[in-house]
């Protein structure tokens, strides 16, 4: 399998506060894959922009764009990221495998 020697933390957003910007949640860290490049990507809206890391985390993680992933690198550099893509990987009987988020 692949190994998952890093760690990514989540905070889901919440409800918007009076100036429209989401509260968020207690932060839940989860062990990924977090492979560091840049790419130029499309959105789902039709946007393009630069991605900076591709995560992989086991299993299925609830997690929407409005989300904060926050991870540091080998370097003790720190990122606060949304994500830009939500991927699921699922093997051929439909069980969800991974989640991929592009960053």
């Keep these: 399998m692949i190994p998952m020697k890093q760690t990514v933390t989540i905070r889901r957003a919440g409800a918007l506060d009076i100036w429209g910007k989401p509260s968020f949640s207690k932060p839940t860290m989860y062990p990924c894959r977090i492979d560091a490049s840049t790419k130029r990507i499309v959105q789902a809206n039709g946007q393009e922009v630069v991605a900076t890391a591709n995560i ?42 991974f989640t991929q988020v592009v960053v």
Excluded at 84 to 97: A, E, M, T, V
């Design 56 to 97: 992989l985390m086991k299993e299925l993680v609830a997690l929407g764009v409005s989300d904060q992933i926050v991870w540091s690198d080998e370097l003790h550099q720190s990122f606060t990221k949304s994500p830009l893509r939500i991927s699921i990987i699922r093997d051929f009987s439909g069980k969800p495998l």
